[in-house]
């Protein structure tokens, strides 16, 4: 990376199934992205428990001596439902909470494979990074093409005109893990000139009125 100026990554969020999937490549990429954290003394911030993808990411994190956050509703946690948290935890009220919690206390974020509630939060932190209420690194994880079909269909929504180029920009892929953590450290983030005239503060939603069709 001789040239180019690296983003300092200290927390790295990931997202991924509470399932472990059908191919063993997932497992074994989960574990290895773990190792590559702790190797790079990157801390990781996680939905919580030990189920799945979930479970391995965590456990080899800890294994190599960094720290472990799970964030946690509190519904989850309610006859052990996902397992003990790999570290320390954080019980929330909400899934939103828990995300927005996520979002404050992570330097970048990383996609595994996962099911509907890995796709939420990857589009959300998106979505925010587009509304310029963050301006953090996100990308996906793609073992054996899992995310060809998404990276497919987001760049029919730009051709489209539905995404702008601009905003396609957001979000990076790689298939191994020590380049997807090169990519998100050499990310730059550029805001869009008129989503980010919006304001957000932490007292309110409200936002500036833009004369302009925003492609959202």
């Given at each position: 990376?001789?040239?180019?100026?690296?983003?300092?990554?200290?927390?790295?969020?990931?997202?991924?199934?509470?399932?472990?999937?059908?191919?063993?490549?997932?497992?074994?990429?989960?574990?290895?992205?773990?190792?590559?954290?702790?190797?790079?003394?990157?801390?990781?911030?996680?939905?919580?428990?030990?189920?799945?993808?979930?479970?391995?990411?965590?456990?080899?994190?800890?294994?190599?001596?960094?720290?472990?956050?799970?964030?946690?509703?509190?519904?989850?946690?309610?006859?052990?439902?996902?397992?003990?948290?790999?570290?320390?935890?954080?019980?929330?009220?909400?899934?939103?909470?828990?995300?927005?919690?996520?979002?404050?206390?992570?330097?970048?974020?990383?996609?595994?494979?996962?099911?509907?509630?890995?796709?939420?939060?990857?589009?959300?932190?998106?979505?925010?990074?587009?509304?310029?209420?963050?301006?953090?690194?996100?990308?996906?994880?793609?073992?054996?093409?899992?995310?060809?079909?998404?990276?497919?269909?987001?760049?029919?929504?730009?051709?489209?005109?539905?995404?702008?180029?601009?905003?396609r920009k957001i979000l990076i892929s790689a298939t191994t893990a020590d380049e997807l953590v090169d990519k998100l450290q050499a990310f730059r983030?550029?805001?869009?000139?008129?989503?980010?005239?919006?304001?957000?503060?932490?007292?309110?939603?409200?936002?500036?009125?833009?004369?302009?069709?925003?492609?959202?």
């Amino acid at each position: 990376m001789e040239g180019v100026l690296v983003r300092k990554i200290k927390k790295i969020c990931v997202f991924c199934g509470a399932n472990s999937g059908k191919d063993v490549a997932f497992v074994n990429a989960a574990f290895h992205l773990g190792k590559v954290l702790g190797k790079r003394k990157i801390d990781l911030v996680y939905g919580g428990g030990k189920l799945g993808l979930m479970g391995c990411v965590s456990t080899a994190v800890a294994q190599h001596e960094r720290q472990v956050l799970g964030i946690i509703p509190s519904a989850f946690t309610i006859n052990n439902l996902v397992g003990e948290t790999c570290g320390k935890e954080i019980k929330v009220a909400t899934m939103q909470e828990r995300l927005v919690m996520m979002m404050k206390l992570s330097d970048a974020f990383i996609a595994l494979p996962g099911g509907f509630g890995t796709l939420e939060e990857l589009f959300q932190m998106i979505s925010w990074a587009q509304l310029n209420i963050h301006n953090k690194p996100i990308g996906v994880l793609n073992i054996n093409g899992f995310f060809n079909g998404l990276l497919s269909f987001v760049d029919h929504a730009v051709k489209q005109e539905f995404i702008t180029p601009r905003a396609r920009k957001i979000l990076i892929s790689a298939t191994t893990a020590d380049e997807l953590v090169d990519k998100l450290q050499a990310f730059r983030f550029e805001p869009d000139p008129a989503l980010s005239k919006l304001k957000w503060s932490p007292s309110s939603n409200q936002k500036e009125k833009l004369d302009l069709t925003l492609r959202l």
